[in-house]
């Protein structure tokens, strides 16, 4: 064990653990305080005990009797002091104490140690092999005959950062003692250290209020609450090193030695108008969120400063209850209510579930540019690009082209499993090619060459070439499209999922993750690691819980809506929903319907406390806002 600033040491013995920490770190300065449950006297029993207390005395540390581990914020020596590590070895209840009364006594631990650690500390929990019931315990004990210590911390908000061999070798003065209450000791010969640390806050729901220009009307509308932590994220900026926009990077960087590649940077609207779902490659209707305006007002213009920035402007409310957007004096009322059939009435505007509307208009703008331009800027502005790009032109088999891309977030409402993403990043990539060249090949071989060592695979499906890998399976599309002079020139584009293909580039065990607020994720991509990189969780098996929920609905049942409304009141923690049964009344208009819930974070600590809390939670906005009867 290294020492660090302030070490608390618990539940001590016969002191031996905390005079070994007082050895190891006589020449630092670290601080111990080292305490025991038992009073002075039955403390000074145990064999050499009073020697080890001496020694921590000496090396300026301070011994404590009579402190209980689970009161820690009562002790009146520890009142206002904080410290970076907090150490538990060996705990146990005393006696013939079951597993119930050992995780009762981690639990409470857990929940009092935190009130004397500093932010940024560690706790120490040293365990028998077996007891912890992680997977690092070999053999592993069936779950319920286990302390589930990462489970048990898990109610202070802790999670569990890393699990080692306990090195008792190193504390030539360590004696375990206190086995059931007696001078005996515990057998620590594959015993493990578990180490935690605090766990990020759930990020609150907000309602994302939005002011975008849709095709000339300035439209004003609120973020679904279920994606409000999806928006303004800005994963893709210049000096982003979030893998997915290392992946990105990686992509671009490959497809440039064959291809220019013109990547267009500005932000878009999430907004999209309804009549261009037409373009969006592969999507349907029942994929889209709807949105209803809360004002339209028509314009022709945007001012310049709004032009210079952003064609979005938006302003965050930390409610859960749908509001209003204000400026000034002005006051927007919603158009149509929360609980609209959206899917049945349709609506104006989407957001938008593909890039591609805004890269065929981007497409089409550059054509109207270059068709006002004189030929002579063209030319001279074609010397311009420099040799690299000819070059990599001509040696394309003949084909000679230029990739245009776009980049950013989309959304899809989509059922709720494992690699079921509401939103994700897409780069799409399209570009006109001589016919000849058999341009549909090239994309494919240079995806390929780039992708296939990650266990890509491209299959040919109806609409397109896929690309797909397990487990989480489509992560992209090749598609083709006739232009005006088909027999000369075809236009492909390459559709791919950012998200899913850093999942798979980086070995990220949960796509939920690229989405944490915890800065522990990003350190990891600081030094920008190529791809095949091995990301290292920093929450070590976290337990899962299963929760049913059951109610009756009316005729108009809508699934879509009951995912939108779990996504929410699980603050995204509800890795997988099943359908287990439904009923149709005979008499009633009525359809009983029961959902299984799986919760599971790999991004916070997720208690069976605060994942009942969500789902009573859930209860609560099903019987407000879909007038369900919970059964």
């Known amino acids: 064990m290294s020492p660090s600033r302030s070490v608390l040491l618990v539940g001590e013995g016969n002191f031996s653990f905390s005079s070994s920490v007082c050895r190891l770190g006589s020449e630092s300065e670290s601080s111990v305080t080292a305490t025991c449950l038992q009073h002075q006297e039955e403390a000074l029993r145990q ?6 207390i001496q020694t921590i005395k000496d090396s300026g540390g301070t011994v404590l009797f009579e402190v209980d581990c689970t009161k820690l914020g009562e002790c009146a020596f520890l009142k206002g002091r904080v410290f970076d590590r907090v150490v538990f070895n060996f705990p146990h209840c005393g006696r013939k104490s079951g597993v119930k009364k050992n995780r009762e006594l981690l639990k409470n631990f857990f929940l009092s140690c935190v009130e004397v650690l500093a932010e940024d500390g560690e706790v120490h929990v040293s365990l028998c092999n077996g007891q912890g019931g992680t997977p690092a315990d070999q053999p592993k004990r069936e779950w319920h005959n286990s302390w589930q210590v990462s489970a048990m911390a898990a109610e202070a908000h802790l999670i569990l950062g890393a699990v080692r061999p306990f090195e008792s070798d190193n504390l030539p003065s360590y004696k375990s003692t206190g086995y059931r209450s007696q001078d005996k000791g515990f057998h620590v010969e594959k015993a493990l250290l578990h180490v935690f640390s605090r766990s990020t806050s759930y990020t609150p729901v907000q309602i994302v209020q939005m002011e975008e220009l849709v095709e000339g009307e300035k439209v004003y509308y609120n973020i679904p609450a279920e994606l409000s932590d999806y928006v303004f994220r800005r994963f893709l900026c210049s000096d982003s090193i979030h893998p997915v926009k290392l992946v990105q990077d990686f992509l671009l960087e490959g497809f440039a030695e064959r291809w220019p590649v013109s990547m267009k940077e500005e932000p878009f609207p999430f907004l999209i108008s309804a009549k261009r779902l037409h373009t969006c490659h592969g999507v349907d209707n029942l994929q889209c969120y709807w949105i209803h305006p809360l004002q339209k007002e028509l314009t022709f213009h945007v001012q310049e400063k709004d032009a210079a920035c952003s064609n979005t402007k938006a302003t965050l409310s930390p409610s859960k209850s749908d509001k209003v957007w204000s400026k000034g004096t002005e006051c927007l009322q919603p158009i149509c209510c929360h609980d609209v059939n959206l899917e049945v009435e349709g609506g104006l505007y989407m957001l938008r579930p593909s890039l591609r509307p805004q890269l065929e208009e981007l497409l089409i703008n550059k054509e109207d540019i270059d068709a006002a331009q004189p030929q002579e800027e063209i030319d001279k502005g074609s010397d311009v690009e420099g040799s690299k790009k000819e070059e990599a ?63 890509v695979s491209i299959v040919t499906e ?14 992209g599309k090749v598609f083709s499209s006739d232009t005006a002079d088909s027999n000369k020139h075809v236009t492909v584009s390459a559709s791919l999922n950012l998200d899913l293909l850093a999942v798979l580039l980086f070995s990220v065990p949960d796509w939920r993750l690229l989405w944490s607020h ?31 929920i059951s109610f009756w609905t009316g005729p108009a049942w809508e699934e879509k809506r009951f995912y939108a409304i779990v996504r929410e009141a699980s603050r995204g923690t509800v890795e997988q929903v099943k359908l287990i049964d439904t009923f149709s009344h005979p008499d009633l208009s009525q359809t009983s319907y029961c959902y299984r819930l799986i919760y599971h974070s790999h991004t916070h600590a997720l208690s069976h406390t605060q994942a009942l809390r969500f789902h009573k939670q859930l209860e609560v906005l099903l019987s407000s806002r879909l007038q369900v009867t919970i059964r």
Not at 47 to 52: H, S
Not at 464 to 475: D, E, F, N, R
Request: with cysteine.
């Open 462 to 475: 109806e609409g397109g070439l896929h690309l797909v890998a397990q487990p989480m399976g489509l992560i």
């Open 47 to 52: 064999e050499g005990a009073a020697a080890n």
């Open 393 to 455: 032109c001509q040696g394309c088999n003949g084909a000679s082209s230029l990739l245009f891309g776009i980049s950013g977030v989309v959304f899809r409402s989509v059922p709720i499993s494992l690699w079921a993403l509401p939103a994700f990043h897409e780069l799409l990539l399209t570009g006109v090619f001589p016919l000849e060249s058999e341009p549909v090949k090239l994309i494919l071989h240079e995806l390929e060459t780039l992708l296939s060592p990650y266990g």
């Open 518 to 548: 915890d800065p522990r994720f990003l350190k990891q991509f600081s030094l920008r690691p190529p791809p095949g990189t091995s990301f290292q969780p920093f929450s070590l098996h976290p337990e899962s819980f299963s929760f049913d």
